[in-house]
């Protein structure tokens, strides 16, 4: 990371823990270098990285001011403002409503255009992820988690369906690892998955979104049950 990006990561920690609050005027370019020990022209550049993403507005004649995380499109900045502003459990289940919408979905989908070879696919991910379970092994259990839902949307049979998970990338990885370190989550993460491919053994496209969406209660009741009492204690 040069030091543009180091400045403007720094910069961001500060609108997020609120030195810089939202709708503020962030300091002039002289008093920022000062602050942070680097030059105009690095504070230049690390503002203009903060403006492509959309995180700060510049105003000519009056400066540069903090927009609403709302506007932001930097998924990286908008996850540290929300981490930021309450309990990590927030973040998990804002990404758990939006997964719910494209993989209930997608599922649907997968169950009228699997192939035999999509199957075993995930059977193995399956078989990984109590693999996983029985040894205490959360990364593994957390790969072949991922792996079973990659493999869902890739059967879609629609190119576009597994690029909207993307962006998500290691924030996927966290908020798994967040849940999968809990014994009873595993336990229930393994019959939901069973009960996914039964039905998509089955080629039935109600019944598969019916398994997917009772996957995504689980997971968000078990996120609220074991992670957020966690939290609190």
Do not use: Y
């Not at 961001?12 to 609120?18: C, K, N």
């Not at 962030?26 to 602050?35: F, R, S």
């Not at 092994?137 to 909207?164: C, K, T």
């Amino acid at each position: 990371m040069g030091l543009p990006e180091d400045l403007a990561d720094r910069l961001l920690d500060e609108v997020v823990t609120g030195r810089f609050p939202v709708e503020s005027l962030l300091p002039p370019e002289g008093e920022l270098a000062g602050i942070f020990g680097v030059s105009r022209l690095t504070v230049r550049e690390a503002v203009r990285i903060l403006r492509s993403q959309n995180v700060v507005e510049i105003h000519r004649g009056r400066g540069t001011f903090v927009n609403k995380p709302e506007v932001w499109t930097s998924l990286e900045a908008i996850v540290r403002s929300i981490t930021a502003s309450g309990s990590a459990t927030g973040v998990s289940e804002r990404l758990l409503e939006a997964r719910s919408m494209v993989e209930v979905g997608a599922v649907r989908l997968a169950a009228l255009r699997r192939s035999k070879e999509d199957l075993a696919e995930l059977e193995s991910c399956l078989t990984e992820m109590v693999n996983g379970a029985d040894a205490g092994d959360v990364d593994l259990f957390v790969d072949a988690d991922i792996a079973f839902h990659d493999v869902i949307m890739r059967a879609s049979g629609n190119l576009f369906v597994p690029f909207m998970f993307e962006p998500f990338g290691n924030l996927l990885v966290h908020t798994r690892r967040q849940t999968s370190a809990v014994p009873q989550i595993q336990r229930n993460a393994i019959a939901q998955h069973r009960a996914i491919l039964e039905t998509l053994v089955a080629g039935d496209e109600i019944l598969a979104r019916d398994a997917m969406e009772a996957h995504m209660a689980q997971t968000r009741d078990d996120l609220r049950q074991f992670v957020r009492e966690s939290e609190g204690r």
